[in-house]
């Protein structure tokens, strides 16, 4: 069993790894969001290959965590801690799969006219990019009010999603030739839908961490 003083410099390492790991994930959704807009092929692939240092360092996260149970054989808040650091690995890695399907999308549809100007999309983007930066910042400093006040905003996400999953219906009905391109955007839409539904996950998992509860936000 290791001593107090390097559990804590091992939980500090561990934390360290996951917020390369969160900063990753932001800039994942932030380029691939990009990139369907501006049409950027060189962007999309570029998240596309990015996915891979992104799972390495889950399981990095992973290993760490396992060692760090096996060894230790944590109780209480420090057991919560690690539990939610593995945890919240979890989501982040599936953020990061739904911005390679967004990146790939952007491949799909890169010599396309697009039927109509991109406007909620980058816009619901950018949302999202903003929730993940938030609940980093929640999960660094263990803030369960600010991480509480992040999942809120995923309530503008879900009304985004109404809203583009509406206007693209009515593109595909009025033009059948837009089908093809509009069921893309939907599911882009939806993928970011998702990430903000991981992210208010990770909020509960902040929660959790602080006062050793769950509960549920924005259910």
């Not at 390097?6 to 990753?24: A, C, D």
């Amino acid at each position: 069993m290791i001593v107090r003083g390097q559990f804590e410099e091992q939980l500090k390492e561990l934390h360290q790894h996951l917020l390369t790991m969160g900063m990753l994930v932001e800039e994942a959704v932030h380029h691939a969001v990009k990139s369907l807009v501006d049409k950027d092929e060189e962007l999309a692939n570029t998240v596309v290959a990015k996915d891979k240092a992104i799972n390495d360092v889950e399981l990095e996260i992973e290993k760490r965590c396992l060692t760090l149970i096996a060894l230790q054989q944590p109780v209480g808040s420090d057991l919560r801690r690690i539990a939610t650091t593995l945890k919240v690995s979890t989501d982040l890695e599936r953020m990061a799969d739904h911005a390679v399907s967004i990146g790939k999308t952007t491949l799909k549809l890169k010599n396309e006219t697009y039927a109509k100007p991109l406007i909620d999309i980058p816009k619901m983007g950018e949302l999202v990019k903003k929730m993940v930066h938030d609940v980093l910042s929640a999960y660094i400093d263990m803030d369960k009010e600010a991480a509480i006040m992040v999942a809120k905003q995923d309530d503008v996400i879900d009304a985004y999603y109404k809203s583009i999953f509406t206007e693209l219906i009515d593109l595909m009905k009025n033009d059948q030739a837009s089908i093809n391109q509009a069921t893309h955007l939907l599911l882009v839409a939806q993928f970011l839908e998702r990430i903000g539904d991981y992210v208010t996950n990770i909020c509960e998992s902040i929660v959790y961490m602080s006062t050793g509860k769950m509960i549920e936000l924005n259910d």
